[in-house]
């Protein structure tokens, strides 16, 4: 269970946070949520794909780590085997929570919360999250600076799609994979970007992408396919 408190430097005063990698924190799971902003840097390590939402419908972009539910091609024994971790992952388990008290002429800003029953969070090991004084350590400094880009890309997100669905660029997909042990997968229930149709567009889509921002992490999606190829060879090293 959660527990989703609004951080502060007096009753969290002596919270430290464990940033080791593995199962045991949590980080054994399939994919994570990304934003376009980050696009770049996660496809140097991961391909991005779409999901639908089942309370929404919506499609969500995110990172894929394995082909089954709780596997990530990416833990080792020494920790997580890429050189980016996207930011939905890296924050945790800090999250932006409700609006703060208003202040005079403006409105009330979100706040940053903590999971206080993550096992990452701890009062003897990991990064101390205040600084013996009360003041932010570098550390939550950090991680207020990667809420405020997940906090804003989740916003962008939204019109991201909606270009490329309203462009017909979305297409589920089902990819079979046969493993050196004799095993099999299918990752099934995605979609990604249909190449050949972007291939198609004209220039009056392509500059309306182009003037929103857009087209570049669409291309990052479609760059970021070449690492199917490295999750089956990462899933075959480990049989």
Known sequence: MA???????IEHKSLRIVTTRSAAYGDDQMFALTVPAEFRSVQSCYPIVFQKRSDTGQFQP?????FQPGENL????????????????ERLPFLIGGPGVAQAGQPAQPMIHIDLDNPRVSSTEGEAVFLEYGG????????????????????????FVDALQGLDLLE????DVGHKDGSSSRLAGFYTVNEERVRALDGAAVSKLQAQGFLEPM????????????LIERRNRRS
């Open 219 to 230: 291309y990052m999606v479609v760059a970021s396919t070449v690492h199917f190829r490295d």
């Open 74 to 89: 990416f833990l080792t024994e020494a920790g997580w085997d890429a050189t980016y971790v996207p930011i939905s992952v």
């Open 172 to 175: 589920s997909f089902v990819l």
């Open 136 to 159: 932010s350590s570098p550390f939550l400094e950090r991680i207020s600076s990667m809420l405020g880009s997940l906090h804003e890309g989740l916003a962008a997100t939204t019109a």
């Open 3 to 9: 527990r989703h408190v609004p951080l502060n430097n």
């Open 62 to 66: 995110l990172a894929l780590f394995g």
